[in-house]
């Protein structure tokens, strides 16, 4: 008998289960954290849409491209959260992707005009370091100092993959020489961005490639003001978030419903302490305190799209002949 | 004369070698199905074999050249402690790699102590960064696996004949030639062979200690032809040269290996007579006490640190974790299954080469296992679904060889020694495994099942490409932690993943060794 009650309850909470329409999210890892924004944004959004929102972490960025070109069109998820401006055109190319009329008036320092990818927040490379040093300020005085720094390898990590085009973007062809001189500033190079943190966190590196937004972490939630971004004079590499609906999607209303969500105040209000990043669009109550303390660089580089493929390539192999020497 | 000294049966021995040459296979078919060929190996390619192979070569001949003397004190010193150094001896191995960098970093990088110590003194201080640096972390890790494995065999070596060599008066020099080099002889190539192919598939250590990309490994390369490339049939062609060069290592330690048995005794408890005190204490108070300070530094770190974290660990760290034991015991019975009746099959066989099988699960990338198997379960079933189920699968098959070394030497021993008698008997099947074999391998089957459960715990496996969304594993959630900024909770997720792991290794070999003098 106890079984058969069972059995009933299940039977009875999957049919009412089944109601619920399902919106399966895919994003990075650090989004669906306890401290990241996934919890609040999907209570936030549950709230509203009567749908049982489910995010799926898994690695990075470039991780959830590489497991959508696995599932293919066979995908069940119905959103994709998490890719940023150099891994859009390899997005693209899947042809995965639905184009979406959702849009929003975007406060980034770039005019914004792709048709399928919505962004719902962004921020600069930046090397961060200890306020009890003197920065340089731009990539040729950090190779002629003596700062030892520790960067993430543009072969397994996206903040690696955005200083190769940080350096491409701001020298060009010169870009080799740069990384010549870097090369016995460079302590280290690790797989991810957490690794390099941690390692600069610890001591073995003077600065660590992040973000400007990564001082406002240590000042907000540790109340800890001796972190601080060196501001280049070259300008700052950008990185934008993106969130895009995939055409094979069983919910499309729904997948429209949440990248709308995703920049509104709702979201967008919870992005700059939980993902650490500036938001695509400015809520109406502002930036949360401690982010005016924050760096704010003179000039926004940032590769187009389409061209980054090729870019990639390059610097890459200039990379990797500057640093294995 | 067609005489088989025990009637182990070689059908489930070989229905478990196919199976696990099946897992690893069918993984890389699926990914090779997928792939476009046409790209072959770069340069870069090449540069990456050799270094990957250079690395793997000294890092397994320095692990375990410095394991004899260690493993050879222990053998020989019974003192306080001596117990838990036994236990922590399984403690590098077990700990996610970010964390065991660090724990290193603290010691040996550039703000470390020794650094620190350094100046104080007025010397010039030590760079960690380098070819030295990743063969220093690898050692780090494996020294004490190696000095385990070894400890294991000095203990089979049977008490008889350490009486008799004490009532002949021989010199501790002509009792290690007589007794203990034969016995290494046996055992030490398999155990090179086995961290050669650990550190085969190195990465992130590789990469950080390293210094850059002069340290690329192959691991890196198929990563990068995974992640960023999406090129799988680059990913295919190196992970078929990193099967390659695990089954050269294999082949060539099997066959460096003779084939003779050290005799059986009484299973009396064992005394060191020849281990004297006075001046020959010397060299093993020495052996031990740097292997454990190389040991225990890093590690003091890693808790030091977890201690200060614990506080900010958030609940879902816990639920975590009662998912990685759930998966790290279910690792272990699927591991006993596999393992048992291979190493009969092993042990009862002349040639010992089966024995490589058991390395092609520790050499295959766990990514291309992965991948592969998610192509493979993907049209058919949902990948969530599966996700702990391939973990615990993934982590058992990686368990494998080690277990195997663990179990195959003394197995073999039994073979020879009780063959004939348990032939007479007419002893077979579950009655044989019952009264003969698992009694006498009851340590080492301990002694395995808590290292792979271990091993399991700590592994992040393959259950970050599966993605469960519902259930997080300790490593993964620790990982997740730290790409959050909670380094601190990350330190504290990460000593309640070693305390774990110290516990399931601590339980099983304890039990292994209940009533047994080892």
């Not at chain 2, 009637?7 to 199976?19: D, E, L, V």
């Not at chain 2, 236990?87 to 703000?111: C, K, N």
């Not at chain 2, 060299?283 to 030091?304: E, K, N, R, S, Y």
């Not at chain 2, 198997?373 to 982590?395: K, R, S, Y």
């Amino acid at each position: 008998m106890k079984y058969l009650t069972l059995a009933a309850t299940t039977f009875l909470a999957t049919s009412a289960y089944a109601d619920t329409p399902e919106l399966v999210v895919y994003t990075y890892d650090s989004f669906v954290s306890d401290w990241g924004p996934g919890p609040v944004i999907e209570k936030a959004f549950e709230e509203t849409c009567e749908c049982d929102l489910k995010f799926v972490g898994m690695g990075d960025g470039a991780a959830l491209l590489a497991r959508l070109k696995l599932e293919g069109a066979r995908s069940d998820a119905d959103v994709v959260l998490g890719l940023d401006t150099s891994l859009i055109a390899a997005a693209k190319e899947t042809g995965l992707f639905e184009p979406t009329s959702v849009t929003a008036d975007y406060d980034l320092p770039i005019a914004w005009n792709d048709d399928s990818f919505v962004p719902y927040d962004w921020g600069y490379f930046a090397f961060v370091h200890g306020t009890d040093l003197t920065p340089p300020t731009n990539f040729k005085a950090l190779a002629d100092s003596d700062l030892k720094i520790v960067i993430q390898d543009p072969r397994s990590s996206t903040p690696g993959l955005g200083l190769l085009m940080w350096v491409k973007a701001a020298y060009g062809d010169d870009a080799p020489a740069i990384w010549e001189g870097l090369a016995d500033n460079v302590v280290t190079v690790t797989k991810g961005w957490s690794e390099a943190y941690g390692l600069f966190l610890e001591g073995e590196a003077d600065m660590v490639l992040s973000y400007t937004t990564s001082p406002a972490y240590h000042l907000i939630a540790e109340e800890d003001a001796t972190k601080s971004a060196a501001a280049f004079d070259e300008g700052h590499y950008m990185q934008i978030e993106v969130v895009g609906k995939l055409s094979g999607s069983d919910q499309p209303d729904l997948a429209d419903a949440f990248m709308q969500f995703m920049v509104s105040d709702a979201a967008q209000s919870v992005l700059p302490t939980t993902n650490w990043m500036y938001p695509a669009v400015i809520p109406a109550d502002g930036l949360p305190k401690g982010f005016e303390t924050l760096i704010t660089p003179e000039k926004a580089l940032l590769v187009p799209n389409d061209a980054v493929p090729a870019l990639r390539e390059k610097a890459l192999a200039e990379w990797l002949s500057a640093l294995s020497q | 004369m067609a005489f088989r000294p025990l009637a182990i049966s070689t059908r489930t021995g070989a229905s478990a070698a196919i199976s696990v040459v099946a897992l690893v296979f069918a993984a890389l078919a699926a990914v090779a199905s997928r792939a476009e060929f046409g790209s072959g190996l770069g340069s870069a390619d090449w540069a990456a074999i050799r270094f990957t192979a250079m690395q793997a070569l000294l890092s397994a001949l320095i692990s375990t050249l410095l394991a004899i003397p260690v493993a050879r004190a222990l053998a020989r010193r019974r003192f306080w402690g001596r117990g838990v150094l036994v236990t922590l001896l399984g403690a590098p191995f077990i700990l996610p790699v970010i964390v065991a960098v660090l724990g290193l970093l603290a010691v040996f990088g550039r703000a470390g102590w020794l650094n620190a110590g350094l100046s104080a003194i007025g010397m010039p201080t030590v760079s960690i960064y380098g070819l030295h640096g990743v063969v220093l972390a690898h050692v780090f890790f494996n020294l004490p696996l190696a000095t385990r494995l070894l400890l294991q065999a000095w203990h089979t070596l049977p008490a008889e004949r350490f009486r008799l060599a004490a009532q002949l008066n021989l010199t501790p020099r002509a009792v290690f030639l007589s007794l203990e080099w034969p016995m290494l002889r046996q055992i030490v190539p398999g155990v090179a062979a086995l961290i050669f192919v650990i550190c085969l598939t190195s990465f992130a250590v590789a990469l950080t200690l390293g210094g850059g990309p002069r340290a690329t490994t192959i691991e890196l390369a198929i990563y990068q032809a995974f992640r960023f490339d999406f090129d799988l049939s680059r990913a295919a062609l190196l992970s078929l040269v990193q099967l390659g060069l695990a089954g050269g290592a294999a082949v060539l330690a099997l066959w460096i290996i003779p084939s003779v048995s050290l005799g059986g005794g009484r299973d009396r408890p064992l005394r060191r007579w020849d281990a004297r005190g006075g001046w020959q204490r010397i060299p093993d108070i020495l052996a031990i006490g740097t292997g454990a300070a190389f040991l225990l530094l890093p590690l003091c770190a890693v808790v030091w640190r977890g201690l200060l974290g614990l506080p900010a660990t958030p609940t879902s760290v816990w639920l975590a974790a009662g998912t990685s034991i759930g998966v790290a015991l279910t690792s272990v019975v699927i591991l006993l299954a596999l393992a048992l009746p291979l190493a009969g099959w092993i042990a009862s066989a002349r040639q010992g080469g089966i024995e490589g099988v058991g390395l092609f699960g520790l050499a295959a990338s766990p990514l291309m296992i992965g991948t592969g198997w998610f192509i493979l379960i993907n049209p058919v079933a949902d990948p969530f679904a599966l996700a702990l189920p391939v973990t615990a699968l993934v982590n058992a098959l990686m368990g494998l060889p080690f277990v195997l070394r663990i179990l195959v030497p003394p197995l073999r021993d039994t073979v020879q020694v009780y063959g004939r008698l348990s032939q007479s008997l007419g002893l077979q099947g579950w009655p044989l495994w019952r009264w003969v074999i698992l009694p006498r391998l009851r340590p080492q089957i301990g002694f395995a099942a808590g290292l792979t459960g271990a091993l399991s715990m700590g592994d992040l496996g393959v259950i970050a490409l599966f993605a469960d969304p519902d259930r997080t594993t300790l490593p993964l959630q620790m990982y997740r932690l730290m790409g959050s900024y909670q380094m601190e909770a990350a330190s504290g997720a990460a000593l309640i993943l070693l305390g774990l792991s110290l516990g399931i290794f601590w339980a099983f070999d304890k039990g292994g060794r209940w009533h047994a003098d080892a």
